[in-house]
């Protein structure tokens, strides 16, 4: 195959991108990218690590 059978599906393509309209359903883009209300943001990694910053016998910090 060359590159004008190549060239023409890229232009295909593009033309397609370019001038066809979609239908899209807004109402249903926003529920799924909205955050709901009425959840509470629960952290699920919070207990599972300690925090290793508050570290106060770390010998870096003792350095300055």
Same mark, same amino acid.
């Given at each position: 195959? *060359?590159? *004008?059978?190549?060239?023409? &599906?890229?232009? &295909?393509?593009?033309?397609? +991108? &370019?001038? =066809?309209?979609?239908?899209?359903?807004?109402?249903? +883009?926003?529920? $799924? +990218? *909205?955050? %709901?209300?009425?959840?509470?943001?629960?952290?699920?990694?919070? =207990?599972?690590?300690?925090?290793?910053? $508050? =570290?106060?016998?770390? %010998?870096?910090?003792?350095?300055?």
């Amino acid at each position: 195959m *060359g590159r *004008g059978r190549q060239k023409a &599906k890229h232009t &295909k393509i593009a033309r397609e +991108l &370019k001038y =066809d309209t979609y239908n899209v359903n807004y109402s249903a +883009l926003e529920r $799924e +990218l *909205g955050h %709901p209300s009425d959840d509470a943001y629960v952290d699920k990694w919070a =207990d599972e690590y300690s925090d290793e910053d $508050e =570290d106060e016998t770390s %010998p870096v910090s003792s350095q300055a």
